[in-house]
């Protein structure tokens, strides 16, 4: 078990092109959380998976967002037509239901220029 | 809702000295409260976390908190700062189901701490 996992570290796009990204979680964790964290912000929650469920999703993620979890194991959170405005840290994090706290990835940096 | 403040954005203290970094919370029912440390270019580590157990909680390379319930406060302590303890520390409160399983995680806006030689 190496921890959760995600990938790319760093991507810089273009504004206007999509991008996705991945996570893989620790693997016997049934939940997945995606957060966004801007310069000098704590990260703010985005969405919440239990297996492949998408059981919550915050206002933040607007439409351009979207995340799945085809098969209750890692993640993707794809953004279309990207801003500047996204340019951020975007989080993954997994846990086990009935137990408190979770394990971070080390984050996605999106530079949208 | 559920939500912190940290008190000071920036913490400054030299080797050796104590630390604290102060939280307060807000929640409609029992909380469970946490604290995260993230160093440079690294991810979100758990240093320590209160779920309704005993109210001094210790966590990990010499940090402990105490839940004063009466003060709504969560304050990070540690006796004698060390150069490595140079970081960003969030406090956070879950948004936590009925029946007591973690939900979504509500963070502060950081503290960063810096430890002078």
């Known amino acids: 078990d190496t921890g959760v996992s995600q990938n790319p570290r760093h991507k810089i796009t273009k504004r206007g092109q999509n991008v996705t990204f991945r996570c893989d979680p620790i693997s016997e964790h049934n939940r997945l959380y995606w957060y966004r964290q801007t310069l000098g912000q704590g990260p703010e929650f985005l969405t919440y998976f239990q297996n492949e469920a998408q059981l919550e999703k915050s206002r933040l993620l607007s439409d351009r967002f979207s995340a799945e979890r085809p098969k209750g194991s890692f993640s993707t959170l794809e953004i279309q037509r990207t801003e500047q405005g996204d340019s951020a840290m975007y989080l993954c994090?997994?846990?086990?239901?009935?137990?408190?706290?979770?394990?971070f990835g080390s984050g996605t940096r999106l530079t949208v220029v | 809702a559920q939500s912190v403040t940290q008190l000071d954005s920036h913490v400054s203290v030299s080797e050796g000295t104590p630390v604290l970094l102060r939280c307060n919370y807000s929640?409609?029912?029992?909380?469970?409260l946490f604290w995260y440390v993230q160093h440079p270019n690294k991810g979100l580590q758990l240093l320590l976390k209160?779920?309704?157990?005993?109210?001094l909680v210790k966590g990990i390379n010499g940090f402990e908190a105490e839940f004063k319930k009466s003060e709504t406060s969560f304050h990070l302590t540690k006796p004698s700062a060390h150069m490595s303890d140079a970081a960003e520390y969030f406090c956070v409160v879950s948004d936590r189901e009925y029946g007591g399983a973690t939900n979504k995680l509500i963070f502060g806006t950081g503290t960063l701490l810096a430890v002078q030689p």
């Open positions: 994090a997994s846990s086990s239901s009935g137990t408190y706290g979770y394990t």
């Open positions: 929640s409609s029912y029992s909380p469970s």
């Open positions: 209160y779920t309704s157990a005993a109210t």
